[in-house]
């Protein structure tokens, strides 16, 4: 497969859309004018002038027509009722909880990759894993490895299962160091402290000393350093333990798990006649 020319991103002035659109225009990936989107009206609010250039359309099929590869970026509540034929394309969707199997049936096309983005898509810092159909050949794998590095970094992955999870666990974005800033933001206030004072010190810890966990630093390792001082992170660090903060992060993982695998086109059964 020779590298596509044209990118049509369906829902392209989402969130996720838009942002795609931005990191790929704003890298060099792909020029205005091989970047077509669409959505329900047909027009594109762009005051900074950050898409000028692109096409836009509120005819899905019309993208597809006019796109070697086709990018579906809508909500998974209004993915069943869209009609879409993206045969002999490559189509690659962030719909979470549309299958390979869903999609190929939906879609009318087999050469499908799953991905999942988060919304540190926004800042080009996006963790995506994705996962390909056996139809997709190695050059569109590729291709696509490199086109989700424009926003981040990413990984293939080889099962449902695999990117199931990783929805739960990487696709929530912010969701957990935003639940964890608000936990400690709130346990300040109600010791007194300024609510300037407290919103500087969580955002100290939950942004910034969080910048130290990477490659110079290992969680584990930084853990461990930090319990061997047998101070005040120490005390923290066991007492949060000994709370159950391992076991509750799990069962967040477990429901929006949950969620994640759950089938958008269940087969409808249809009522029993009376006898």
Known sequence: MSEPSTIGIIGGTGWLGRSLALALLETGFVLP?????SNRSGTLDDPQGS???VGITADNQELVARSELVILSVRP???SS???????KLLVSLVAGASLADLQAHCASQRVIRAMPNAALDIRQSYTPWLASAQVEAPAKAYVQRLFETCGAADEVFSEAQLNYLTALSGTGP?????LARALFRDALARGLPEGVARRAVIGVVVQASQLIGERHG???????LSEYRG???AAIEAMAEAGFEASVGAGLDR????AQSRLFEPVVAPQKPR
């Open 33 to 37: 004018e091989a970047l077509l989107l």
């Open 51 to 53: 898409l000028a250039g």
């Open 77 to 79: 509540q209004d993915l």
């Open 82 to 88: 869209m009609a879409l034929d993206v045969q002999g």
């Open 175 to 179: 969701s957990y160091p935003a639940l």
């Open 219 to 225: 969680f584990e390792a930084l853990l461990q350093r």
């Open 232 to 234: 005040v992170s120490a």
């Open 256 to 259: 929006a798990m949950e969620v």
